[in-house]
T-cell receptor
Framework: AQSVAQPEDQVNVAEGNPLTVKCTYS??????LFWYVQYPNRGLQFLLK??????LVKGSYGFEAEFNKSQTSFHLKKPSALVSDSALYFC????????????FGTGTRLKVLA | DGGITQSPKYLFRKEGQNVTLSCEQN?????MYWYRQDPGQGLRLIYY???????QKGDIAEGYSVSREKKESFPLTVTSAQKNPTAFYLC????????????FGPGTRLTVT
């Protein structure tokens, strides 16, 4: 079965420092991977996705993610964190081929400290 | 403005009552989804629809029902059979192919007492 894991419930980082939010996946076939961000009491917003091509994917708000097939990971990164980046981040993977269903991780709360 | 709307933002009901949550999109998307979000549990799929007049159960469909009579609308009914209905409900849509991301509504917070 397809699955995605976010091993950290919370990540704390100082403003200006680089940040990483981890995601690992288990899929059969080609992995279609997504990152979303959720601010309090709001819906999710799409950040970036990996479908094929370059392993380094650039997205919104200065975020990027590195697809690593050998480690089955898709970690979200940003070179310099902002306090406004503090939010809940979700990794997601396409479910079985042929369906429009996605599996979401449990989320990682990012806290950027001033 | 194109987007996906959910109403109301907050909803309060007494136990034993059915309640319907609205979800409308004007993005011309084929696929629509309902998720439930509880603290510490991420998003869990309730129902999804890949095309008008068709929908499939997700992982936690018991106690919920949906309809998809129009492309732009995907209402969710929380029935009295749902044992723990208090949660944050999110509706989403996507173009309808696997490589496209989902667009989410602002959510409805349902409280049942």
């Amino acid at each position: 079965a397809q699955s995605v894991a976010q091993p950290e419930d919370q990540v704390n980082v100082a403003e200006g420092n680089p940040l990483t939010v981890k995601c690992t996946y288990s899929v059969s076939g080609n992995p279609y991977l997504f990152w979303y961000v959720q601010y309090p009491n709001r819906g999710l917003q799409f950040l970036l996705k990996y479908i094929t091509g370059d392993n380094l994917v650039k997205g919104s708000y200065g975020f990027e993610a590195e697809f690593n097939k050998s480690q089955t990971s898709f970690h979200l990164k940003k070179p310099s964190a902002l306090v406004s980046d503090s939010a809940l981040y979700f990794c997601a993977v396409r479910d079985k081929k042929g369906t429009y269903k996605y599996i979401f991780g449990t989320g990682t709360r990012l806290k950027v400290l001033a | 403005d194109g987007g996906i709307t959910q109403s109301p933002k907050y909803l309060f009901r007494k136990e034993g009552q059915n309640v319907t949550l609205s979800c409308e999109q004007n993005l011309n998307h084929d696929a629509m989804y309902w998720y439930r979000q509880d603290p510490g549990q991420g998003l869990r799929l309730i129902y999804y629809s890949q095309i008008v007049n068709d929908f499939q159960k997700g992982d936690i469909a018991e106690g919920y029902s949906v309809s998809r009579e129009k492309k732009e609308s995907f209402p969710l009914t929380v029935t009295s059979a749902q044992k723990n209905p208090t949660a944050f409900y999110l509706c989403a849509s996507s173009i309808g192919t696997e490589i496209y991301e989902q667009y989410f509504g602002p959510g409805t917070r349902l409280t049942v007492t």
